[in-house]
């Protein structure tokens, strides 16, 4: 799956308001990113790969009302 630059400008505004507004700590983010490179690292990764897939197409298919 290829990220967009859009999708990671969300993602970077999410991260934002979560450490801002919810308490979200330095390690907390630091640890997220740790298990992202060991997810990918798993037999797991093509499963989570195909459910980021499918999530940003349906979302993709909803923002663009239903013709997609």
């Given at each position: 799956m290829t990220v967009s630059i859009p999708l990671l400008t969300l993602m970077v505004i999410v991260a934002y308001v979560a450490y801002r507004h919810?308490?979200?700590?330095?390690w907390h983010a630091i640890v997220c990113l740790i298990l992202g490179f060991l997810l990918a690292d798993t037999g797991a990764a093509p499963e989570i790969n195909s459910l980021i897939s499918g999530l940003v197409?349906?979302?993709?298919?909803?923002?663009?009302?239903?013709?997609?």
């Open positions: 919810y308490g979200l700590r330095a197409h349906q979302t993709q298919i909803w923002f663009s009302g239903g013709k997609g």
